[in-house]
């Protein structure tokens, strides 16, 4: 049992650490660290086409790449390790990824690259920023990465977890719960500044409260101390509305072959 871990915090994050340490002493399994060099949240899926990449080791053995999240996961699958990994967990990220984080999530960016390339993923995260209680979150990732295995999930389907997990001691955690996306409302304003030049700067504020974040959704079951498991795709085509497309456009005029 191969593991690969990469988060978007960078390789030196406690939440990057404390995953490894809780499932490094499992038995039958070999774990390895592929993570960014420095702090890559918010970077998606972006993959960097346009300067090369390098690759290092730290004192520990992780290795650290000065890239982003998904550059991680693509190095290491498709050409730095010689072995192609049973499961790819991202993280521990530092606050929460629910609703439409998830879109521009380093940390679900890191374990979609490994999905797109058939391989088992899972991202964890914990829902307030700080490291509080991230031992007890990694903790948490262990036991989801034991049942996972002891139910051999890995043998029968490639499958995308998100996981977002309470700063909560272990012990006052509630059960996992099986969740759908949440909403946010809108980003706050962006904050302008002044330049010592004079020219103005724009820094992107942070994310809307929640809008939708009824019974069901993963805003829900954490705010209740619940851990939210929630298992997504990558197929962004809206189904429901192809029908009604293809009338509108059947209508436009256009030269027919």
């Known amino acids: 049992m191969k593991i690969l871990i990469s988060?978007?915090?960078?390789?030196?994050?406690?939440?990057?650490?404390?995953?490894?340490?809780?499932?490094?002493?499992?038995?039958?399994?070999?774990?390895?660290?592929?993570?960014?060099?420095?702090?890559?949240s918010a970077k998606s899926n972006a993959l960097t086409l346009s300067a090369p990449l390098y690759v290092r080791e730290a004192?520990?053995?992780?290795?650290?790449?000065?890239?982003?999240?998904?550059?991680?996961?693509?190095i290491a699958l498709k050409g730095l390790l010689d072995y192609r990994p049973d499961l790819v967990l991202s993280g521990i990220n530092n606050g929460a990824n629910m609703g439409d984080d998830t879109i521009y999530s380093g940390t679900v960016g890191a374990a979609m690259e490994a999905y797109l390339f058939g391989i088992p993923a899972i991202a964890f995260s914990q829902t307030e920023k700080g490291w509080a209680h991230v031992d007890d979150a990694a903790?948490?990732?262990?036991?989801?990465?034991?049942?996972?295995?002891?139910?051999?999930?890995?043998?029968?389907?490639?499958?995308?977890?998100?996981v977002n997990i309470p700063n909560l001691p272990f012990g006052e955690l509630k059960s996992m719960k099986v969740c759908r996306l949440g909403r946010r409302h809108a980003a706050e304003k962006v904050i302008t500044q002044d330049s010592p030049r004079g020219e103005t700067m724009y820094w992107i504020a942070g994310a809307g409260g929640a809008k939708d974040s009824g019974e069901g959704t993963d805003f829900h079951a954490t705010a209740g101390g619940h851990v939210s498991v929630t298992p997504l795709q990558i197929d962004l085509t809206d189904h429901a509305r192809l029908g009604r497309w293809r009338e509108t456009v059947d209508r436009i005029e256009v030269p027919r072959s």
């Open 139 to 162: 903790q948490v990732a262990r036991k989801l990465v034991q049942q996972v295995m002891h139910e051999r999930w890995l043998e029968q389907e490639v499958f995308l977890l998100n």
């Open 59 to 74: 004192h520990n053995g992780f290795r650290y790449v000065t890239g982003t999240p998904a550059d991680c996961v693509h």
């Open 7 to 40: 988060n978007d915090d960078g390789f030196q994050a406690p939440g990057l650490v404390a995953l490894h340490q809780a499932l490094v002493d499992l038995p039958d399994v070999q774990v390895e660290v592929v993570a960014p060099e420095h702090n890559n």
